[in-house]
């Protein structure tokens, strides 16, 4: 493992850990003998066997499910699919929303709809899931990794925008990276495990540098920054409806965007370009078969229906392990930033760097499902040789986070009250 420096605040303490009472643990109250015995107490159910996020379907998703298979209508036309995107216009507060087959296509069709072109740089966390990276190559464009800021984990705007004045350059309105020669497309955020980043600072970036934001809130479904919806930010969002998200199609994703030319566009793209006609097959443009099929959407409209009740469920766990977590030595829990709701779609802890594999073999062995965060992607192959700003905060967290037991079911269960 390679040496990077820890990560302080401005007065040289750790960011994360606030109660630290080293010095006074025994050795058989090791942080891995402790962490277990929390998610022991706050999760119901005997010796473990918990998965970090099942899905929950406890609403109408049966009788949707066959009353889309009774209308024939499965596949890509049908009423289920026009409600869906309804529901989630209405919730999130924006204009339109065209549902796709997954996450990562949806996000590919919004950045080339936000005008990324080939060879073009997209900056976008160096920490975050694989799928933000793989659709801006996708794109044939290049990522560009840049740092988190510790209370939030999303991108850092400060340090972003003191990387930007120093490697970027305007031309005619457009931004550069003048050390690769390449055009600047979008910048794109992620909400890291739902909580919302820092998006006064980071709109704040994009109109200075006049850069459209393109927003991945594929883990912040019903997340709030100052009361406005994450998904709603940006010249367009994307969500996922993936199996371990917070609500789910089986898989599933979606565009987001209050501009109606764009909707236009991303809702002609992904239907593979077809103009209208009632017999004619006549098509415009190399198009996408991304549209979501009926079925998935009739599953995601009674998800829709539990999307409040399961949110109040995932942030009542949050709140135990809050509480739980609070005062043991060498363990921070990771809270929403401040100004914001957090659908605390993972639960994560910041242990110490050498804690971490002996926390993770512990839970895992006493049937808590945890894991690290996602290897960061200028390790992987594929993004290795992608342009990066300095990343030290995310290379003290990759080696620090683990998440834990995060299922909207694990207290559905627990109260009587909730159980249908
Ligand atoms: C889940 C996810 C996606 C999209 O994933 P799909 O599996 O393609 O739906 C994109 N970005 C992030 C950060 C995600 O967590």
Same mark, same amino acid.
């Given at each position: 493992m390679e040496t990077v420096p820890p990560v302080t605040d401005s007065a040289g303490r750790d960011p994360f850990v606030r109660t630290r009472r080293g010095g006074s643990m025994k050795a058989e109250n090791s942080v891995e003998k402790l962490i277990t015995a929390v998610l022991g107490a706050v999760l119901p159910g005997e010796g473990g066997g918990t998965a970090l996020h099942e899905p929950l379907f406890r609403g109408r998703e049966k009788e949707y499910l066959l009353q889309c298979i009774d209308s024939t !209508?499965? #596949? #890509?036309?049908?009423g289920f699919v026009d409600r869906f995107e309804a529901m989630l216009a209405d919730y999130i507060g924006v204009k339109s929303v065209v549902a796709v087959v997954n996450g990562t296509c949806a996000l590919q069709v919004a950045l080339e709809i936000s005008g990324v072109r080939e060879n073009d740089e997209v900056i976008l966390p160096? %920490?975050? !899931?694989?799928a933000t990276a793989n659709a801006v190559s996708h794109c044939g464009a290049v990522p560009h990794f840049a740092d988190c800021e510790p209370g939030t984990l999303g991108i850092d705007p400060g340090k972003l925008s003191g990387y930007l004045s120093r490697i970027s350059v305007t031309r005619e309105g457009e931004c550069f990276n003048r050390i690769t020669g390449r055009r600047i497309g979008a910048v794109v955020p992620m909400h890291v495990f739902g909580h919302p980043g820092d998006m006064d600072g980071l709109t704040d970036l994009c109109d200075r540098y006049g850069l459209p934001m393109v927003e991945d809130a594929a883990e912040s479904l019903g997340s709030l920054y100052r009361g406005r919806h994450a998904g709603s930010f940006g010249r367009c969002a994307v969500l996922s409806f993936n199996g371990n998200k917070t609500v789910t199609t089986g898989g599933g994703g979606a565009v987001l965007t209050d501009d109606p030319e764009l909707a236009a566009r991303a809702r002609h793209l992904t239907t593979t370009a077809k103009v209208p006609h009632r017999w004619e097959y006549f098509h415009d443009a190399p198009g996408y078969n991304y549209r979501m099929p009926n079925l998935n959407a009739a599953l995601g409209c009674a998800q829709l229906e539990m999307l409040d009740r399961i949110i109040e469920s995932k942030r009542r766990l949050a709140k135990r392990y809050g509480s739980a977590f609070a005062d043991l030595p060498g363990v921070a829990f990771f809270t929403e930033p401040e100004h914001a709701r957090s659908n605390y779609w993972l639960n994560a802890l910041i242990v110490d760097r050498e804690a971490r594999d002996r926390v993770l073999s512990a839970t895992n062995k006493a049937g808590y499902m945890t894991r690290p965060v996602?290897?960061? %992607?200028?390790?992987?192959p594929m993004h290795a040789h992608c342009p990066r700003m300095d990343l030290s905060v995310a290379e003290d967290l990759e080696h620090r986070l683990i998440n834990i037991p995060s299922g909207p079911g694990i207290l559905f269960d627990a109260t009587g009250e909730e159980t249908a």
């Open positions: !209508f499965v #596949s #890509s036309v049908g160096a %920490m975050t !899931f694989v996602w290897r960061l %992607m200028h390790r992987l």
